[in-house]
């Protein structure tokens, strides 16, 4: 059973500093796509960047090229966002998300599995 499981998520002051973590579990993702999106109520979920597995090649959002970046762990597993420059606007719940397929790499009906979510608050 594959499971994708974040962790990292809190309350910041604006320009502060977060890492989200996503711990891959069940199956490799080799030559797959992991994403992180984020979503606040009443809106579609949001894509923010996205990693190949195999290369590290990453794309991001507008918004967040420069402040975010997005990283793997191989040997651990793991997916990781590190979050900085914080604003008001970052508040979301963000989902790690992976592909079986790279296309479409910012859409998130192309994604299929997803974790639960993690809260980030950025206040002013």
């Known amino acids: 059973q594959v499971q994708l499981v974040e962790s990292g998520g809190g309350r910041v002051q604006v320009g502060d500093s977060l890492r989200l973590s996503c711990a891959v579990s069940?199956?490799?993702?080799?030559?797959?796509?992991m994403g992180w999106f984020r979503q606040v109520p009443g809106k579609e979920r949001e894509f923010v960047a996205a990693i190949r597995w195999d290369t590290a090649l990453a794309n991001y959002e507008d918004s967040v090229m420069g402040r975010f970046t997005i990283s793997r762990d191989n040997a651990k597993n793991n997916v990781y966002l590190q979050m900085s420059s914080l604003m008001p606007e970052d508040t979301a719940v963000y989902y790690c998300?992976?592909?079986?397929?790279?296309?479409?790499?910012?859409?998130?009906?192309?994604?299929?599995?997803w974790g639960q979510g993690t809260q980030v608050i950025v206040s002013s």
């Open positions: 998300a992976a592909q079986t397929a790279p296309v479409r790499i910012m859409s998130a009906k192309f994604y299929d599995y």
């Open positions: 069940g199956r490799s993702f080799n030559n797959h796509v």
